[in-house]
């Protein structure tokens, strides 16, 4: 297995497109996945020249097997600086640990504190657990 990091400052990946990362995630996430176009807003984020963040890529034989998402805030403290917005592990992938590597090496790139989303029937919550996310706040949200 491989990894690659993206993000403004290596820019885009000409094996690894926003289009083709976006086609991944939503296959991927299954039912806690989003829209391919709010995918695609969140890549535009990472590289948008006044935001930031960062992707991580896993793959074999040039085909994804996981990817990451992460969104830098530009604030600390009372907000964390980075928000985890979508990781996903192919279906033939999982079970195999690989989950773990992708969260675990995002952890280590991220400078400063992590949040993410979670439902709470998702069986990666127990993952993001052990890896010591802890559940502060109750999320609301007024959509409009």
Do not use: W
């Not at 990091?5 to 299954?30: C, M, P, R, Y």
């Not at 280590?108 to 069986?123: F, M, Q, T, W, Y």
């Amino acid at each position: 297995m491989e990894y690659k990091f993206i993000d403004k400052v290596s820019g885009v990946d000409t094996q690894f497109t926003n289009e083709t990362i976006a086609d991944f995630l939503f296959l991927h996430l299954d039912q806690f996945g989003d829209k391919k176009d709010y995918i695609l807003k969140c890549l535009d984020f990472v590289f948008a020249p006044d935001h930031g963040g960062f992707v991580l890529v896993s793959y074999e034989n040039g085909d994804i097997t996981g990817a990451v998402i992460v969104n830098e805030t530009g604030m600390e403290y009372y907000i964390p600086e980075n928000i985890l917005v979508y990781i996903a592990v192919h279906r033939d992938q999982r079970g195999k640990g690989l989950g773990k590597t992708l969260l675990q090496k995002t952890m280590e790139r991220a400078k400063g504190s992590i949040a993410l989303h979670v439902e709470p029937d998702n069986p990666a919550k127990k993952l993001y657990e052990k890896l010591g996310f802890t559940n502060k706040y109750l999320e609301m949200r007024l959509q409009r």
